[in-house]
């Protein structure tokens, strides 16, 4: 896992970003608390060793784990804290995720903006997963935070705040965040603010996480 230290960012897309949703209004974020986060998403020999089997689609060791629901995840998580000393495990929050995906960049895609450079996605892909860690990373040595699958937070979907806010998290609706697109998305669907809302319980080939931990 990666450290992401504490930090502010704007959140959210300017209104002249190519592909832009109405629901990605910026504004500042300030996260007061450093956290670990997973420098791949969870793979397939990651999630058998926890759980026991493997419900994807693509299969691979080293490919993401995907057709994972959000409740899915949860018990995941709680496994993972009854094995591992310690514990700490929990799925990132919205603002944590799209400020570890920025690593520091304020445009669509991180790194030098090259979406093809950072992630697998509709024009890349062959239509499959690829295995974690192909891609170039992000300044923070973060792999796949574009494309491949997406990744739920832990929030609900919301709207967002008019002004500045610290270490924000919603669970106040039945919806669940994912992030970062998928092999099956257009690029737009990839850019670090697009963010998407999901039934906790839906599964399909294109939805995996990323583990966080508070230690």
Same mark, same amino acid.
């Given at each position: 896992?990666?450290?992401?230290?504490?930090?502010?960012? *704007? *959140?959210?897309?300017?209104?002249?970003?190519?592909?832009? =949703?109405?629901?990605?209004?910026?504004?500042?974020?300030?996260?007061?608390?450093?956290?670990?986060?997973?420098?791949?998403?969870?793979?397939? @020999?990651? #999630?058998?060793? /926890?759980? %026991?089997?493997?419900?994807?689609?693509?299969? &691979?060791?080293?490919?993401?784990?995907?057709?994972?629901? #959000?409740?899915?995840?949860?018990?995941?998580?709680?496994?993972?804290?009854?094995?591992?000393?310690?514990?700490?495990?929990?799925?990132?929050?919205?603002?944590?995720?799209?400020?570890?995906?920025?690593?520091?960049? @304020?445009?669509?895609?991180?790194?030098? &903006?090259?979406?093809?450079? *950072?992630?697998?996605?509709?024009?890349?892909?062959?239509? =499959?997963?690829?295995?974690?860690?192909?891609?170039?990373?992000?300044?923070?040595?973060?792999?796949?935070?574009?494309?491949?699958?997406?990744?739920?937070?832990?929030?609900?979907?919301?709207?967002?705040?008019?002004?500045? /806010?610290?270490?924000?998290?919603?669970?106040?609706?039945?919806?669940?965040?994912?992030? %970062?697109?998928? #092999?099956?998305?257009?690029?737009?669907?990839?850019?670090?603010?697009?963010?998407?809302?999901?039934?906790?319980?839906?599964?399909?080939? %294109? *939805? %995996?996480?990323?583990? @966080?931990?508070? #230690?």
């Amino acid at each position: 896992m990666v450290w992401i230290a504490p930090g502010a960012f *704007m *959140m959210g897309s300017p209104s002249t970003e190519e592909g832009r =949703e109405d629901d990605e209004t910026q504004h500042l974020v300030t996260l007061t608390k450093g956290f670990w986060l997973g420098k791949h998403q969870v793979t397939q @020999a990651q #999630w058998r060793a /926890v759980m %026991g089997g493997d419900p994807s689609h693509f299969l &691979g060791d080293t490919v993401p784990v995907e057709s994972v629901s #959000w409740d899915d995840c949860q018990r995941f998580v709680a496994r993972m804290n009854q094995i591992i000393p310690g514990g700490g495990f929990r799925l990132p929050t919205e603002a944590e995720w799209e400020y570890a995906c920025r690593a520091g960049t @304020a445009g669509a895609y991180a790194g030098a &903006g090259d979406l093809d450079e *950072m992630g697998w996605y509709g024009d890349n892909s062959g239509r =499959e997963t690829h295995p974690v860690g192909q891609k170039q990373p992000n300044a923070w040595g973060l792999y796949d935070m574009h494309g491949n699958v997406w990744e739920w937070c832990e929030d609900s979907y919301s709207k967002y705040p008019s002004g500045p /806010v610290i270490d924000p998290l919603n669970k106040s609706g039945s919806n669940r965040l994912g992030r %970062g697109g998928g #092999w099956n998305d257009y690029a737009r669907s990839c850019r670090s603010a697009f963010r998407y809302s999901f039934s906790p319980d839906l599964r399909f080939s %294109g *939805m %995996g996480f990323r583990l @966080a931990r508070t #230690w």
